[in-house]
């Protein structure tokens, strides 16, 4: 079963900020939002994580709104190499659990 | 550097020629896994590990083995590959103490004719 819902594709002008949307209405008290990304056939990339708080780091901002049904990963400053798939993943990291890969949303930023 | 490290990148081999794929990693982690990624079908987990000795089957681990004898190795073993396993093949690993996120290796290309 689907636990994310991510469009299949978005187009970004370079330099934009990118709003990258994740709809997780099944998410249970104890699973963080994800966000990975891959770069054609490279290995995917760990972006951030957060529990119900926004989040920011170096690469990009998380936005979780406060029923926590849904958030937004945001590229602030989109550039040509930011053009991947973005996954969007739900999971709760203690012990056993394990991280499934949904289809993800292809993003291409574009000069 | 941080890293898993797989070998090889790329590999072309023939059905039921044993074969090894290897996975290290320099993070001192817990948690190892294999996944495979094929077109139309995203990325499926083949088998992960907790911690040493300990390993389970993910969602496609049919015509593979695993073993992790020391932590930082996590080898894929296909005894009698077939073409059906042509794919991209990629390791991770996780630190366990925390919510930090998977490190993903660069991936092994394999084809079997």
């Known amino acids: 079963d689907a636990k994310t819902t991510q469009p299949p594709s978005m187009d970004c002008a370079e330099g934009r900020a990118a709003n990258l949307p994740c709809n997780h209405s099944?998410?249970?008290?104890?699973?963080?939002v994800y966000w990975y990304r891959q770069i054609h056939s490279q290995g995917p990339q760990y972006i951030i994580h957060g529990l119900k708080n926004n989040e920011t780091n170096e690469m990009a901002s998380l936005i979780i709104t406060e029923d926590r049904k849904s958030s937004t990963l945001i590229l602030p400053h989109a550039t040509l190499r930011d053009t991947a798939v973005y996954y969007c993943i739900v999971y709760s990291y203690s012990g056993y659990s394990t991280l499934t890969f949904g289809k993800g949303t292809m993003l291409l930023v574009s000069p | 550097e941080a890293q898993v490290t797989q070998n090889p990148r790329y590999l072309i081999t023939v059905t039921g020629k044993k074969l090894t794929v290897t996975c290290s990693q320099n993070m001192n982690h817990e948690y190892m896994s294999w996944y495979r990624q094929d077109p139309g079908l995203g990325l499926r987990q083949i088998y992960y590990?907790?911690?040493?000795?300990?390993?389970d089957k993910g969602d496609v681990p049919e015509g593979y083995k695993v073993s992790r004898k020391e932590k930082r190795n996590f080898p894929l073993i296909l005894e009698s590959p077939s073409p059906n396993q042509t794919s991209l093949y990629f390791c991770a690993s996780r630190d366990t103490g925390g919510a930090g996120g998977y490190t993903f290796g660069s991936g092994t290309r394999l084809t079997v004719v």
């Open positions: 590990s907790m911690n040493v000795e300990v390993t």
């Open positions: 099944t998410i249970s008290g104890n699973e963080y």
